[in-house]
């Protein structure tokens, strides 16, 4: 094994309970990329589910893991698999010295599974075309049986093929968002003990689940209930923002997402109804997935703050999300907002990244205060200081143990400025001074646990991410009000999606378990048009065509009303009971971020959710454009030396 991605996940297993030596080394010894088609070869070791052509599933590496401890397969034990995925798990049950009697619905597959399991080595794997229900019983009794096709209740007929002391597994629930592990033995009397093994999820009982109907609904009666109730506007200054300020109410956190990190119409309409709520609604906070560090440096500047960051922001990948034309103008509203009314808004960063400048902010701040707690700081954070501009490097270097952690130095360093408090004054510099090391102690965790790809760094950036917002809340006092700009998968609730049975939360869900109905999501979407993405991390900007959304999406059930631009209110009592009901069939939604691969668009790009469930209002454009991205090559647009865009690089 020598692809470090490939030994990092594994390991992470390991990590996360799963301790039979059998089975690690069977996962150690099978190599997942066999099993895909080359272009999904990249993503065989990242701890995401994988839909193969003709729509076979292969689950993430650790669901694949929990099974198997669950099973506790043998060494000639008889198996039967019913649901195969893409032939990766029926070679692993025979590396560990099972017999596998593999049952599938569909030939086309079986065929695919055979040739794929001979290639790779597999032996004792025997494959049939069958109904799954029907299990096989010609070759029953099974010590084992492992049910992945999608049952709602372990079906008898497969229960009756089990031996006596034998065990049978399979993950069930209620819908997709919420499967947990049945375990069934079947005592020497016959009878049967069943176990509820519990959710693979991170909160196990979150106070609002989603609603998930059945796919009843004939797409055009969704189609016609969607146009009925949309409420088409003209162009961005044709919103009726007094009906959404009337539809947002109390609420305490408005959450306004985006489809994409480079479409114009979603910046520019964040923009306005932020607008809105800060001069109508009192809102004075408003916080980005941006960087703190940042983001300090544009406050300091809408603010007219005496002390200015060093920092430059916004120069690392991808620099197009926020070094934009949209979110220039936003920014200078912002400061004649604050000219006319001191501290009407200000703006943070909620993210994460950027550990060079929140390094360099710490450390201003303390030499304009106490040199030799700067100095302290400098010996604290040298550990880490050689991988600031490429912090990745540091991840890797630390998870194949060349180097050590450099996590307790780094937490060392912001218990002390917490104890320092009062000898530092509990300012908005002292503030940021303390956001930006704990954003350092976040992000160093972070970089040693992203290298995996898995729901653990996901989880911990949205965390740090609601953490920020709780802190501003508090900072700015009870009463204080805010606005989220961040991505639609990470403002929209979760648990309405197939990120929860990933195992994933968000600032959506964080938002709703602490706020109630006075957390507002906004989600949005399109059919089409250009974008500003990357083919890959740190590649170049580029504005590319947007394919025409998926059948079967949400988005293309949008375009089918033939309304250009509208907003579709989804909350309960806001929207007909109908509405609701029949958007909350499950279906496809696309999100697209600083990436964009049209080639693999339904593997990259595409997920399940259900739309009320995870939104309380929608705001579509059927066609928008990339944004303006401000860059040397493009020409900077005239600004004063001292303005945080005003120098794309040192």
């Known amino acids: 094994m020598t692809d470090p991605k490939e030994r990092g996940v594994l390991s992470q297993v390991a990590e996360r309970g799963i301790a039979t030596e059998r089975i690690l080394e069977a996962l150690r010894a099978v190599d997942r990329r066999l099993f895909v088609p080359a272009e999904l070869e990249a993503a065989a070791y990242e701890d995401v589910t994988l839909t193969l052509p003709g729509g076979v599933v292969m689950p993430r590496l650790f669901v694949t893991a929990t099974w198997l401890e669950a099973l506790a397969p043998e060494a000639g034990d008889r198996i039967l698999l ?18 596998v009697y593999a049952v599938t619905g569909d030939d086309g597959y079986a065929r695919l599974a055979e040739s794929v399991i001979e290639a790779s080595g597999g032996t004792r794997v025997h494959v049939r075309v069958g109904a799954p229900e029907e299990g096989w019983p010609d070759a029953a009794p099974f010590d084992k049986i492992l049910v992945t096709h999608e049952f709602r209740a372990m079906p008898e007929s497969l229960i009756a093929q089990l031996r006596e002391g ?7 629930g209620p819908d997709w968002s919420h499967i947990y592990l049945e375990r069934v033995e079947k005592n020497g009397d016959g009878s049967f003990r069943t176990e509820y093994l519990g959710a693979r999820n991170l909160i196990a009982h979150p106070r609002f689940l989603p609603r998930i109907e059945p796919e009843t609904t004939p797409e055009s009666d969704i189609i016609a209930a969607v146009a ?3 409420r088409p506007f003209d162009g961005i200054d044709g919103f009726d923002i007094d009906a959404f300020l009337d539809r947002v109410g109390d609420a305490r956190v408005v959450l306004l997402g985006e489809a994409s990190h480079g479409t114009s119409e979603f910046y520019r309409m964040r923009a306005a109804i932020t607008r809105a709520l ?3 609604k009192g809102f004075s906070i408003v916080g980005f997935e941006a960087d703190w560090p940042d983001m300090e440096r544009v406050n300091a500047y809408v603010t007219g703050a005496s002390e200015v960051p060093p920092a430059i922001p916004f120069r690392r990948f991808p620099r197009w999300m926020w070094r934009n034309g949209e979110f220039l103008e936003f920014v200078e509203w912002a400061r004649a907002r604050n000219a006319e009314r001191a501290k009407s808004v200000s703006l943070y960063g909620l993210d994460l990244y950027g550990m060079e400048n929140a390094v360099a902010h710490v450390l201003d701040f303390l030499e304009r205060r106490d040199p030799a707690l700067a100095a302290m700081a400098r010996e604290h954070y040298s550990c880490i200081s050689p991988y600031l501009r490429e912090p990745a490097d540091y991840g890797k270097l630390v998870l194949s143990e060349r180097i050590e952690s450099c996590e307790r130095e780094i937490t060392e360093m912001l218990l002390e400025l917490l104890r320092e408090r009062e000898m530092l004054n509990h300012t908005d510099a002292y503030f940021h001074a303390v956001r930006n090391a704990s954003a350092i102690v976040d992000a160093e965790r972070y970089y040693k646990v992203m290298y995996y790809g898995s729901a653990d760094s996901w989880n911990l950036r949205d965390m740090h991410m609601f953490g920020a917002l709780q802190s501003l809340l508090a900072f700015h006092g009870g ?12 403002v929209g609730n979760a648990v309405a999606t197939e990120m929860f049975a990933r195992g994933e939360i968000n600032i959506g869900h964080l938002a709703r378990e602490a706020f109630g109905p006075r957390a507002y999501a906004v989600g949005f979407g399109t059919h089409t048009g250009t974008v500003a993405a990357a083919d890959d991390w740190g590649g170049p900007m580029r504005v590319k065509t947007v394919r025409p959304s998926l059948p079967g999406s949400y988005e293309r059930l949008c375009h089918e009303t033939g309304i250009s631009a509208f907003t579709l209110p989804l909350r309960e009592g806001l929207a007909s009971e109908g509405l609701r009901a029949a958007l909350s069939e499950p279906k496809l939604e696309r999100a697209i971020g600083v990436i964009y691969r049209p080639d693999t668009e339904r593997q990259s790009h595409y997920f399940q959710s259900a739309l009320p469930s995870q939104f309380d209002e929608l705001i579509w454009f059927d ?8 860059d040397a090559e493009a020409g900077l647009p005239a600004l004063e030396p001292a303005h945080p865009f005003a120098t794309v690089d040192e």
């Not at 034998?166 to 069930?172: F, Q, T």
Request: proline share 2%.
């Open 82 to 99: 019913v649901g195969a995925d893409s032939g990766y798990l029926l070679t692993v049950l025979a590396r560990l010295g099972a017999e």
């Open 166 to 172: 034998g065990r049978a597994l399979m993950p069930i």
């Open 228 to 230: 009925a109730e949309a």
């Open 278 to 280: 800060v001069e109508r």
């Open 479 to 490: 009463h204080a009000k805010a606005v989220v700009w961040a991505h639609n998968s990470h």
């Open 623 to 630: 066609e928008t454009k990339a944004v303006e991205a401000l």
